[in-house]
C-alpha cells in the first residue's frame, strides 16, 4: 500500500448515483491535510468545507476508471490515463504498422520495435526533448 504525505493528491473516484442527487460526492482531486495510522483527511482545495475522513486501505494504488476503489493516487491516476492514452494512439495507427510500432505519449515519436535502437531507446528511455 501506498504511503502519504501531506500534499499528496488523491482523486475521490466518486458516487455513482445520478439524477437529481446534489453532486456532493462527484469526482474530485483532494489533498492530504494529515495522516495518522488510522485515518487520511483530504481536503476539497477549491471548496475547503469539503473534508472526508479515510482509512489509510481504502486509498488505492490501482485505478480502474470506475468507482472502486473510492479513492486513488495521483500516480495511480495518472498510470490509467497514460495507458489509455498509449491505447489510443496504438489504435490510431495503421493496421499494419500496429504490430511493430507504438508512439511516445509524450514527444510522439514513433518506434519499430523491429529496429534494435528503437526498441532499446523505447524500452529503457529516451530524451524527449
Ligand atoms: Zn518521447
Redo the contacts with the bound molecule.
Keep these: 500500500m501506498a504511503t502519504h504525505e501531506i500534499g499528496d493528491k488523491i482523486y475521490y473516484t466518486g458516487d455513482n448515483r445520478t439524477g437529481d442527487y446534489d453532486g456532493m460526492n462527484r469526482a474530485r482531486w483532494l489533498t492530504v491535510e494529515s495522516v495518522s495510522p488510522d485515518a487520511v483527511v483530504l481536503r476539497d482545495a477549491d471548496d475547503p468545507d469539503y473534508v472526508l475522513h479515510v482509512v489509510p486501505s481504502a486509498i488505492g494504488d490501482t485505478y480502474r476508471g470506475h468507482h472502486d476503489p473510492r479513492y486513488v493516487t495521483w500516480d495511480a491516476y495518472n498510470a490509467y490515463h497514460r495507458e489509455r492514452y498509449r491505447a489510443h494512439l496504438r489504435d490510431a495507427l495503421p493496421e499494419s504498422e500496429k504490430a511493430s510500432r507504438v508512439r511516445?505519449s509524450?514527444?510522439g515519436?514513433v518506434f519499430d520495435l523491429t529496429n534494435e535502437n528503437d526498441a532499446n531507446e523505447w524500452s529503457f528511455g529516451?530524451d524527449?526533448e
Design positions: 511516445c509524450e514527444c515519436r529516451h524527449c
